[in-house]
């Protein structure tokens, strides 16, 4: 949004996401220190969801100590506090994911983190 909008406009605006740079956690903040010395710019929420979706996979192939599809699924609905670089995952039993939101806003047209909240404090 900041890139195709005029930063003036960018005032008393609050959104939500997946993810957020400037989180103060290690994991985190190894994830986009990496990730900007290859590609020169911060991650996204696309590029971490994405991340810790392919970690989530290989360590469901781990736990199923198979490359059976059937059996990575199964390992992967069981799925309970993943550290990811997105924060601390969980899989409910409709395999959705249970984790922290991530309350930003715009200061000098750049996304500033205000706070993070479990999803069930919303």
Known sequence: MAREIDSSYLTNLFYTDHYANDTKEKLSEEFAEAYYGKYGE?????AALGYDSLMMTAEA???SKSGD?????VELGKTIDFEGVTGKISLDTNHDAIKNVFVLTFQKG???LL???PTGEL
Do not use: F, G, Q, T
């Not at 599809?69 to 699924?73: C, E, F």
């Open 61 to 63: 192939i781990k736990r």
């Open 69 to 73: 599809p059937r059996s990575v699924a």
């Open 42 to 46: 911060w991650p996204d929420s696309y």
């Open 110 to 112: 750049k996304p500033v």
């Open 115 to 117: 706070e993070k909240r």
